[in-house]
């Protein structure tokens, strides 16, 4: 049996075979795993399917914009139709405009802020919203995804940076809200993993070289070493674990200077 048997995990962020939530849903599917994957819209759906027959067994998926939260009110409605229950949800998803990342911060727009948070922030709220009726009392765990950059400066990253601090924010918040009712709510700060999105971001290549270079380990991370943490957080092993951020980064957060 695997660390997930009998568990069902809710997953966002499933763009193409490089995204980070495409490691995790790999990790749970092997351990056992009932997946349910979430997608923002009909073209993200279609690239979801091309994936779907590496996974051991068939996941549920459905669609749901998480910028309306009517929309995502209705996705929960069909994962309660569809499972018992749910015992974790991953939230790996984050957004910005192009335009944001890089430049002077200054000249961040309103719109740019707002959409980078309601997206990369905001969601993770929503999101618990509706999975906590479909998760009280199985002891469940929610992750999200964040970043280095929510804590220090790293130069391109800007308005997501900033976004990225409050959701670490955010999950602290909703671990103590949700602590009473068993729930765990944890932030997994990921290192820099060549993405679609990390791409957009100034100067990403030089982080990832500066990691190999700098870092304890001398390496760079993948999606399965992120994937098995957030394994450990989402199985019994981590049930006494919230509220936390885990570095899997090679140990480059413990660097200074």
Request: charged share 20%.
């Amino acid at each position: 049996m695997g660390l997930l048997t009998d568990k069902t995990i809710v997953i966002f962020g499933v763009a193409n075979k490089r995204s980070i939530a495409w490691g995790i849903a790999k990790v749970a599917a092997r351990e056992g795993a009932q997946l349910v994957l979430g997608y923002q819209n009909e073209r993200m759906g279609k690239a979801l399917n091309k994936l779907i027959p590496d996974l051991p067994s068939p996941p549920i998926i459905a669609e749901c914009d998480v910028t309306n939260d009517d929309l995502v009110a209705a996705f929960f409605e069909t994962v309660k139709k569809e499972c018992d229950g749910v015992d974790g949800l991953v939230h790996s998803i984050a957004t910005a405009k192009r335009e944001e990342l890089g430049g002077r911060f200054r000249d961040t727009s309103w719109e740019g802020y707002a959409l980078s948070q309601q997206v990369s922030a905001y969601s993770l709220i929503s999101l618990a919203r509706g999975a906590v009726p479909l998760m009280t009392g199985r002891e469940a765990s929610i992750v999200c995804m964040t970043y280095y950059g929510a804590e220090r400066v790293v130069n391109g990253y800007n308005v997501m940076g900033v976004a990225k601090a409050a959701l670490e924010a955010n999950t602290r918040y909703l671990a103590d809200d949700l602590g009473p009712e068993g729930i765990r709510v944890n932030a997994i700060s990921a290192g820099p993993i060549k993405t679609v999105s990390a791409m957009g971001v100034s100067g990403f290549k030089s982080i990832l070289g500066t990691v190999v270079e700098r870092a304890p380990l001398r390496r760079n991370v993948t999606q399965e070493d992120v994937g098995n943490t957030a394994l450990f957080l989402m199985s019994d092993l981590g049930r006494a674990v919230t509220g936390q951020t885990i570095y899997v980064d090679s140990g480059y957060s413990i660097l200074g200077a």
